[in-house]
């Protein structure tokens, strides 16, 4: 009955993610990231976040509540810094433009997937019942 297998498909979304690699939103997303890399500002703000988490991690170990909770603040307050830096906003940004087109194929996939499954077994797309379950119904008799 089946014309393609396992391989195949996955042949065809290698493809897919071929197409996806050359778009604008994944170039974008390139840039941004290399813009990112190359940022002094982010740079340092990123290495401070590293070390002040290597104290954390010591003040912890130590139970020393206090001093942690002093670092832990520090941490979020360069956090909030480096997500003000406009190019790491772009970043993001970049970010949810990637993820929402893989979102939209995978989604276009799986409702393309289901109606035809529904079509074929003479269901209900409207309803998203199959033929096989309309089937059943008539058999076992509705109340």
Not at 26 to 42: G, P, S
Request: with cysteine; proline share 1%; hydrophobic share 35%.
């Amino acid at each position: 009955m089946g014309k393609y297998t396992k391989d195949d498909i996955v042949q065809k979304a290698k493809e897919l993610a071929e197409m996806i690699a050359q778009t604008e939103e994944v170039d974008f997303f390139k840039r941004a990231e290399a813009k990112i890399h190359e940022n002094q500002k982010v740079r340092e703000k990123i290495a401070s976040i590293k070390s002040l988490q290597k104290q954390a991690v010591n003040f912890q170990h130590y139970g020393k509540t206090e001093a942690l909770k002093q670092v832990e603040a520090k941490i979020e307050a360069l956090e909030k810094e480096i997500d003000e830096i406009p190019i790491v906003q772009e970043f993001k940004e970049s970010q949810y433009e990637v993820n929402e087109l893989l979102q939209m194929v995978s989604t276009t996939i799986a409702n393309t997937v289901t109606d035809l499954i529904i079509e074929s077994t003479g269901g209900d797309k409207l309803q998203g019942k199959t033929g096989a379950h309309l089937k059943y119904e008539a058999k076992g008799g509705c109340h």
